[in-house]
Each structure stands twice: as C-alpha cells, then as structure tokens.
C-alpha cells in the first residue's frame, strides 16, 4: 500500500438501514476484479486491476474462454405484479400497534377467494444506522489506528417529506396546516430530513437538516388552483356535481344546477308558481333549456379542471414516492389536503400505494379542513353558492362530496400503513401522529393463483382468524398487470426490491468493507470491496466450467440521503474445478471506487446470483474528513 502523506483508509461502519436504487441515474464507474482475500486488497487500483488481469489470463490460457468477465447493465427495474404486497397495521381498541401476530393468524382473499401467504414479515422502526466501527483489514502494512480511523459520521435516519395539497387546500387551511408544520420542525431530531413538496409543483425543498431553509419555504407556500373559482359562478358547481352529471347522468344533479343557471342568467326563481304558464310560458321554457344546456356545459368544463387537479395531486404523491425509495432510512410522507375525489383514477391510488409499499414509504394524511362542518346556506370560501335555488338536494350533494373526498386520504393511508386524520381541529397533533410510524406493521406478500394479464382491479381483503376486537388497516386492492414480466425483468425485480428493503440480507456468504484515499484536500477516492465466498456459491455444471452470473450493485449517498453515484455490474463465472478448488480458497473481491468530496456517506450494496437466486444486501457507512 502507497504510504502518501494524504492517503487514509477507513473501514465501514456496518448499518441497519436501508437504501434503494436511483431510477434516474447515469452511472460510470471503474469496477474492477481481484482474486484475493480482502485483508490483502491492495490500495493501489493499478495494482489491483494488474492482478484481476493476470488471474484471468492464467485461468483462461488453456481454454478459449476466460473465467471471470463483467460488464455494465443499465440499472432500470420494471415492477413484477405478480406478487403481490400489502403492508398490514393491526390495533387494539386503545389504538396501540400489535406486534405478536404471525403469518398463521391472518387470511387473505383475493377477489373473495383465499390465497396462500407467500411473504411475510414483521416490522418494527427504530433507529436505521448502527454505528458500529470493526476493524479494518485493508492492510497489513499499515495497521489502523487513531489517526486513520473515521469518526461515526451524523448520518440521517429518518426523513419526512411534507406534501401540501395547494390545488384543492383554501387560504384558511394553508394559514393552519403551515402553522403547525412550522412548530413541528422544533421536535425533529439531529438525524431528521425533511423536504417540502406541493401538489402544484411550486415552492419545493430537498431533504435537509437546515431548518431555516424549511420555515422560508412554508411561508411561500398558497393556494395555486388550476383554475380559481370566481366569487359568483353561474351556475354554482363543484367537481362532485359535475361527475355525477357528466360520469352518471344523475336527473337530480342536472334539475338544480339547471335551476340555478336559470337563476344567474336570468334573475329569476325557477321555482316560482306559474313560471311555466301562459302568456310566457314557451319563452320561459327557452329560457330554461338553455339554462340546461349551460350547466352541462359547465359540469363538462368543470369535471376536466377537477379531473387534472385530481391527477396533479397523485402525480406529486408518486414523485415523492419514487424520490423516498433511494433514501437510507425510515421514509414518512405527510399529505395534508381537504381532499378530493378520484372517480377515474382509482388505478394511480393503487400504483402509487404499490410504490410506497414495496419503497416502504408510509404515507400519513390530513384533511386539513379540520373539524369540518358545511354553515347554512353555503360557506365563504365558496365550497357552495347561497344564491344556488336548485332545491334542498343542494346541500346534500355538498355534504356527500364532503366525505366522498376523505375516501381516497383514508385509502391512501390504509394502504401504506400510515394515519388518516380528519374532523380534528388540532393540526399539531395530527402532524405528530402522521409522521410516527406505527409501533409495529406486517408485510405480507403473494402471489395470484391464475392471474391473468388483463389490468382488471382486483378486489383485496385480508383479516384475521380470532380478531379479538382487533382493528385492521390495509390496502383495498389492486390492478392486474397487462402483460408479464420475462426472467431477466424479474430477476432485476429482485435486486430492486432488495435495495427497497429495510433489511440486511446474508443469503449469500459477502462481507462489505470500505477504504477511502485522500488525493488532495479536495478531493478523494472511495473503494467499497465486496468479499464473496465463491466456493459457498451454487454452480451450474456446463462443459466442464462452472457456471454461476453474480449481480453487484452499488450506490453511495450523501449525509442528506440524496443519490450520489452508483453502478450495476455482471460477474460472469466459468470456473475450472482446479481454480474453484484451489485458486479461490479465501474468496474474491469485487471493488468498486467513487471520486467523491470529503464529507459523510453511505454505501449501499447489494449481490445477487443467478444459480441459486440468493441475495446480499449491506450497509456500510464512512465519513471522509
């Protein structure tokens, strides 16, 4: 090892958190094989690539082809939906999280008809990182020491992210919902992130510790509705009135937003007797069905603008979904939304609680209406018109839309495992118990029997064989896929899933160790070396090699959890018996380097091979002063 006057090493510092990869990440990075136990893994990267080299070339002189070789894959994963996931949360009548339950005491039935549990688990959050510091072996030379040896660096674990509903949410929710979020960021702790997004794609905030930058952020948040309604609509109409006049035709919904076009357009009570009778009565009928034909038009027109905040809404929740799942810890997304209704979208509510399930993203929602009650006669905000003279069946439809767009925030949290409040006034509290994570959850997985490419929705019900007054919160159902996955997709599936996790794995016999090397003040080279037991591997015998593809995944992330770099590679193994016997006795080591700055990092690794479908999955974390 080069005894350079910068140079450090410095080991890992094995974790319990989990990472997943980035989607949209260009990764270039030199990744190179040795053939050596690693406590003897040279420092030098010429060095170590000379003798990948020369093994290779020694194992493959008598046969044309080579033992080992590796290329780069793209890291784009496609969802397999053939297994299903639902993460289950199980409570008490004190609403206290039960955490003794196994796969035996619950039943699932899809579309009524009773699956097998396939997967299942328990989970419980707690602090993601570990810090404990081992030893490092990277050299025999130079044994470490205090002065080489990296502090445990002040790495998140646990990231909230704030999701403001600005579309739907009024000036008087916003004024509340920003107030509480500002006092809650006085209880996050050192090891907290939090980010702001909104529904309209304004005023948004990365994660971050800097407090100050999250107070300036909320304060610029508002209403931003695609298209604010005008103080005196004519006719009055809401998005729950025009769905059920455009999507169900309703008689009832027409004949008063009729009554009340007819009202704005000509100043006169539809209701009133005699309207209808001779001498005016054909002129007042003209009158009326153009009234008619004006609410129509209207309910059109409104249920496309209602339609596209709708969407905004859920496309801004699977954003900060996808953003969540690269993150190294435990992950809370925070709606707060008078909510909103879905009538054809009831597919993205299902995509977006698959992500946040398999991304393990709990997702707490709030309406922040508060304790929601329509005043007489309408209300100032213009939820509904004083003025409408359509009937009685007015506040009804309000009322009905009213609790028709808490559906979706009460399916949303179901799904993910997170807390729906509503009819609650105190919105510091409603923060505080959305953001906390349930004591205990259940992940359960299947797979359909007989489940056919035909994105029909299924209906899901899971529950419990001797409830004992027991409440259970879980998704409702889900779309079947339309069309199937192939092997290679699924083994990607695999990888990405477990890079979702928030679990080691150790199914495969890989050790994960880090060293870094200080170049300048500046700038320094990050060596994550992944040590494989080959001979633990299951092979395939073919023409007298032994045939086995090891996938490598490795991501880095900074002390905010934000992507860094990261690469996929594929280790090909022929292997004669005399190497697999003799040559590969303390294993390989497959490394992977990163130019990095000084700073706080974790690494995230992840193996997988072909032959025995197994995985690896470790965490690792360096600090680089």
């Known amino acids: 090892m080069s005894s350079a006057p910068k140079a450090s090493i410095v080991t890992a510092h094995i974790l319990h958190s989990v990472t997943s990869f980035c989607y949209a990440c260009t990764v270039v990075l030199c990744f190179l094989i040795a053939l050596q136990p690693v406590g003897r893994a040279q420092a030098n990267p010429q060095s170590a690539a000379t003798s990948a080299t020369a093994t290779q070339e020694t194992a493959g002189s008598n046969q044309n082809s080579p033992e080992l070789s590796s290329h780069d894959e793209p890291t784009i994963f496609k969802v397999n939906v053939k297994l299903v996931v639902a993460r289950v ?52 030379e130079t044994p470490p020491s205090p002065a080489n040896i990296s502090k445990n660096p002040d790495l998140p674990e646990r990231f909230i992210a704030y999701l403001f509903d600005d579309v739907h949410l009024k000036f008087e929710d916003v004024v509340r919902i920003r107030e509480a979020a500002m006092h809650h960021l006085d209880s996050l702790q050192p090891t907290d992130r939090a980010a702001i997004f909104t529904s ?110 709708s969407h905004m809404v859920l496309g801004s929740l699977k954003d900060v979904v996808r953003r969540m799942s690269s993150l190294p810890g435990q992950r809370s997304i925070v709606l707060a939304s008078p909510g909103f209704l879905t009538p054809d979208l009831q597919d993205e509510i299902m995509e977006v609680v698959d992500k946040a399930v398999r991304a393990n993203v709990m997702v707490g929602t709030i309406d922040a209406r508060g304790l929601y009650a329509k005043p ?142 200080k170049a300048s003040q500046d700038d320094a080279r990050l060596t994550v070396l992944a040590h494989v037991d080959v001979r633990q591997l299951r092979f395939r015998k073919a023409d007298g090699r032994n045939q086995n593809v090891l996938t490598v995944a490795s991501v880095l992330f900074n002390r905010n959890g934000s992507f860094v770099q990261g690469t996929q590679k594929i280790v090909t193994m022929h292997l004669k018996d005399e190497t697999l016997e003799h040559k590969l006795l303390n294993g390989m080591t497959l490394k992977t380097e990163f130019n990095v700055k000084p700073g706080s990092y974790l690494v995230r690794l992840v193996v997988r091979d072909s032959e025995g479908r197994r995985m690896a999955a470790e965490n690792g974390a360096v600090e680089i002063p």
Do not use: W
């Open 89 to 140: 949360v199980v409570r008490d009548k004190q609403g206290h999280a039960v955490g003794n339950l196994h796969k035996e005491d619950f039943q699932l039935f899809d579309n009524n008809k009773p699956q097998v549990i396939t997967q299942f688990s328990t989970e419980q959050p707690g602090s993601q990182v570990t810090r404990e510091q081992k030893t490092s072996e990277a050299s025999t």
């Open 376 to 517: 007489a006669g309408g209300d100032a905000s213009g939820l509904s018109s004083p003025d409408m003279v359509g009937g009685p069946e007015e506040s009804q439809f309000e009322s009905a839309a009213a609790i028709t767009n808490d559906d979706v925030l009460a399916a949303i949290a179901d799904g993910t495992g997170g807390t729906f409040i509503h009819n609650n006034n105190d919105m510091n509290e409603a923060l505080e118990r959305t953001v906390s994570a349930p004591e205990f959850s259940y992940v359960i997985g299947f797979s359909p029997l007989n489940l056919k490419a035909d994105g029909s929705f299924h209906t899901l019900k899971i529950t419990l064989r001797n409830s004992e007054k027991l409440v259970l919160q879980a998704r409702r159902g889900y779309f079947a896929p339309k069309s199937f996955a192939d092997p290679e997709q699924e083994a990607k599936q695999e990888i990405e899933d477990a890079l979702f996790s928030q679990e080691e794995l150790h199914d495969l016999p890989v050790q994960l160790h880090t060293q870094f090397f």
């Open 200 to 309: 309209s794609g304004q005023n948004i905030l990365d994660f971050t510790d800097d407090r100050s930058q999250l107070r300036a952020m909320l304060l610029q948040i508002r209403p931003r509705p695609v298209e604010p309604m005008a103080a005196h609509p004519c006719p009055f109409m809401s998005y729950y009135m025009a769905d059920m006049i455009v999507e169900h035709n309703d008689a009832s919904v027409i004949d008063a937003a009729s009554k009340d076009a007819f009202h704005c357009t000509t100043f006169q009570d539809p209701n009133e007797p005699g309207l209808l009778q001779a001498p005016q009565a054909q002129y007042n009928l003209t009158r009326f069905l153009q009234a008619q034909s004006l609410a129509k038009t209207t309910a059109m027109h409104v249920f496309q603008v209602g339609h596209t905040e």
